[in-house]
């Protein structure tokens, strides 16, 4: 028997690599800006003096 339908190739499944790979700059880009963040923070609350000083 014979198909009319051309024969479909099927995509292996994706490496566990590969499906993080669109991730990784997600994950970058929220670190970074929870790290600025954090130094705005840490740059309105802080005084110059250590506590060990005061």
Do not use: C, Q, Y
């Amino acid at each position: 028997m014979h198909s009319d339908h051309p024969e479909v190739h099927h995509h292996p499944n994706k490496n566990t690599a590969l499906k993080l790979e669109g991730v990784v700059g997600k994950i970058i880009a929220v670190v970074a800006v929870v790290m600025i963040g954090a130094f705005v923070w840490a740059l309105s609350t802080g005084s110059g003096t250590p506590s060990w000083m005061r």
